[in-house]
């Protein structure tokens, strides 16, 4: 199993370190493993010019899977767009069609304090964000700042074609048939066309998952419904934006961002897998970032493309030992815990396993 690690930028390459250190734990065991470290992001812009150089496009068109830490920072926000770390990402998402975005978000029990919301709200938390990844506002045509009556004017579109809502649509609905059997569509119809097609294709898939139960919801509805009464939901579908502002807030609800993991994949289960946050720049280099979300995107990918659900419940198991055994990075410390930093977490996990 080919396996391409992109460590990043930031805290990236500290909570890869410690991901890799729990798959080399469990080689093996019906797993063997071969890595191949490429660039991409800020450093890849410092050591070659751009945040997703041609060796980095191979070796991630090579692999089975791939394995990412984060990237950007502030070294490189005043870089022309073409040049931004971001645009790696974006670049590999579009390149290997991973349109399908799978943001779990699991409140284990022991962090039900960790929550900014009142324990009963969140206790037992269990919800699968699915999250289309190729399209919409990020990638629309035309986008720019142009010149227009003596000032500059930006502009984006939002679009996406029916093949495109088709294609997550039926992630969803298999994923929701899958869990609770309850899918919440979440657009924005009563603006935006784009998202009224959304919805017409949502309700046109359903007619073939009549096990399914489809619900609609506007986006602002959706937010505020997350903090007020989240286990209402099971599945949620949306577009690339909506997504990607939701899918934070539901990492709270978690606890902290720091849990959160995610695998995007495309329609053949090639996926490449990464935590849902951010390259920290507050805290890089310090040792003190949560290695969770990286190790449990780790997991998903043992699940989703090497088909090895023993292995990756051997890792989430693990993870659930360590935090009944009161281990906590910063980011989950509340009083009475043990607060560790990123190499004593990923040392915890490798223990549990
Ligand atoms: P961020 O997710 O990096 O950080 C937000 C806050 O959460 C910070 O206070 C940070 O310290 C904390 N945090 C994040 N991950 C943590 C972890 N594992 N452990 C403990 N604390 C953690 O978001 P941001 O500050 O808005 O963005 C920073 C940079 O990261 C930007 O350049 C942004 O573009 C980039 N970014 C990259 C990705 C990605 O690579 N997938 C995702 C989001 C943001
Ligand atoms: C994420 C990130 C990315 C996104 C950025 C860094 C391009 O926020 O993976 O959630 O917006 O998709
Ligand atoms: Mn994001």
């Given at each position: 199993?080919?396996?391409?690690?992109?460590?990043?930028?930031?805290?990236?390459?500290?909570?890869?370190?410690?991901?890799?250190?729990?798959?080399?734990?469990?080689?093996?065991?019906?797993?063997?493993?071969?890595?191949?470290?490429?660039?991409?992001?800020?450093?890849?812009?410092?050591?070659?010019?751009?945040?997703?150089?041609?060796?980095?496009?191979?070796?991630?068109?090579?692999?089975?899977?791939?394995?990412?830490?984060?990237?950007?920072?502030?070294?490189?926000?005043?870089?022309?767009?073409?040049?931004?770390?971001?645009?790696?990402?974006?670049?590999?998402?579009?390149?290997?069609?991973?349109?399908?975005?799978?943001?779990?978000?699991?409140?284990?029990?022991?962090?039900?304090?960790?929550?900014?919301?009142?324990?009963?709200?969140?206790a037992?938390?269990?919800i699968?964000?699915?999250?289309?990844?190729?399209?919409?506002?990020?990638?629309?045509?035309?986008?720019?700042?142009?010149?227009?009556?003596?000032?500059?004017?930006?502009?984006?579109?939002?679009?996406?074609?029916?093949?495109?809502?088709?294609?997550?649509?039926?992630?969803?609905?298999?994923?929701?048939?899958?869990?609770?059997?309850?899918l919440?569509?979440?657009?924005?119809?009563?603006?935006?066309?784009?998202?009224?097609?959304?919805r017409?294709?949502?309700?046109?898939?359903?007619?073939?998952?009549?096990?399914?139960?489809?619900?609609?919801?506007?986006?602002?509805?959706?937010?505020?419904q997350?903090?007020?009464?989240?286990?209402?939901?099971?599945?949620?579908?949306?577009?690339?934006?909506?997504?990607?502002?939701?899918?934070?807030?539901?990492?709270?609800?978690?606890?902290?961002?720091?849990?959160?993991?995610?695998?995007?994949?495309?329609?053949?289960?090639?996926?490449?897998?990464?935590?849902?946050?951010?390259s920290?720049?507050?805290?890089?280099?310090?040792?003190?970032?949560?290695?969770?979300?990286?190790?449990?995107?780790?997991?998903?990918?043992?699940?989703?493309?090497f088909?090895?659900?023993?292995?990756?419940?051997?890792?989430?198991?693990?993870?659930?030992k360590v935090?009944?055994?009161?281990?906590?990075?910063?980011?989950?410390?509340?009083?009475?815990?043990?607060?560790?930093?990123?190499?004593?977490?990923?040392?915890?996990?490798?223990?549990?396993?």
């Open positions: 199993m080919k396996i391409c690690v992109l460590p990043g930028d930031g805290i990236g390459p500290e909570i890869m370190e410690q991901a890799l250190r729990v798959l080399e734990a469990l080689r093996g065991d019906g797993f063997n493993f071969e890595v191949e470290t490429a660039l991409i992001g800020g450093s890849a812009v410092d050591a070659t010019g751009t945040p997703y150089p041609e060796a980095t496009s191979k070796a991630a068109k090579a692999a089975d899977a791939i394995l990412l830490g984060a990237v950007g920072g502030p070294k490189w926000d005043t870089l022309p767009r073409e040049q931004r770390p971001e645009r790696g990402l974006l670049a590999i998402r579009k390149e290997l069609n991973l349109f399908a975005n799978l943001r779990p978000a699991i409140l284990y029990p022991e962090l039900a304090n960790a929550s900014t919301l009142k324990p009963e709200v969140v037992g938390l269990d699968l964000i699915v999250r289309e990844l190729t399209g919409d506002i990020y990638f629309g045509q035309p986008r720019g700042v142009r010149e227009e009556n003596g000032e500059r004017v930006g502009f984006n579109t939002m679009v996406y074609s029916e093949s495109e809502i088709r294609r997550i649509g039926k992630v969803a609905f298999e994923a929701a048939r899958k869990r609770g059997k309850k919440c569509s979440v657009d924005k119809m009563n603006v935006l066309e784009a998202t009224q097609l959304w017409d294709v949502m309700i046109e898939i359903s007619a073939d998952y009549p096990d399914v139960e489809l619900s609609h919801m506007l986006v602002d509805n959706a937010a505020m997350l903090v007020r009464a989240p286990k209402q939901f099971d599945v949620m579908v949306t577009g690339n934006m909506f997504g990607d502002i939701l899918s934070d807030e539901a990492s709270m609800l978690t606890g902290s961002i720091g849990m959160l993991p995610s695998a995007s994949l495309d329609a053949n289960n090639k996926g490449l897998y990464e935590p849902s946050h951010g920290a720049p507050d805290i890089a280099g310090k040792g003190l970032a949560n290695p969770l979300a990286t190790i449990l995107s780790a997991a998903m990918m043992l699940r989703y493309t088909n090895l659900e023993a292995q990756a419940l051997r890792i989430e198991n693990a993870v659930k935090l009944a055994a009161g281990y906590r990075t910063g980011d989950i410390y509340e009083a009475g815990t043990r607060q560790v930093g990123t190499r004593e977490m990923g040392d915890a996990v490798i223990a549990a396993l």
